[in-house]
């Protein structure tokens, strides 16, 4: 069983800035890469940046140059800063894992979400 454990959600006003957590357990063998999508009422699910195992990172082009993603490797952990937030940030932020469990067998590649986190940007 793995687990992702979210927390640093919460309200902030517009230009303010936001620091959410994320922090895998269970049976983990490896972590391929992890990230950070968000969901607004009546939108899709996006990505918002997503950082590898080696540090190669990819965001969306609505939030580069505002949000900086990384991890502690060694603790199974994501990080999203988020600074001069706009309401337009507002949103369900989720934490997204690919990662190797360990198997009897072996290990296998799995994807695993966090419960989602909520962000409110107000103007």
């Known amino acids: 069983q793995v687990q992702l454990v979210e927390s640093g959600g919460g309200l902030v006003q517009a230009g303010g800035s936001l620091r959410l957590s994320c922090a895998a357990s269970?049976?983990?063998?490896?972590?391929?890469?992890m990230g950070w999508y968000r969901q607004a009422p009546g939108k899709e699910r996006e990505l918002v940046a997503v950082i590898t195992s080696g540090g190669s990172t990819n965001s969306a082009d609505s939030v580069k140059g505002r949000f900086t993603i990384s991890r502690d490797n060694a603790k199974n952990t994501v990080y999203l800063q988020m600074n001069s937030l706009k309401p337009e940030d507002t949103a369900v932020y989720y934490c997204w894992t690919d990662l190797r469990i360990r198997l009897f067998s072996g290990s296998s590649w799995e994807e695993h979400w966090g419960q989602g986190t909520q962000v409110t940007v107000s103007s």
């Open positions: 269970g049976r983990i063998f490896s972590i391929n890469a």
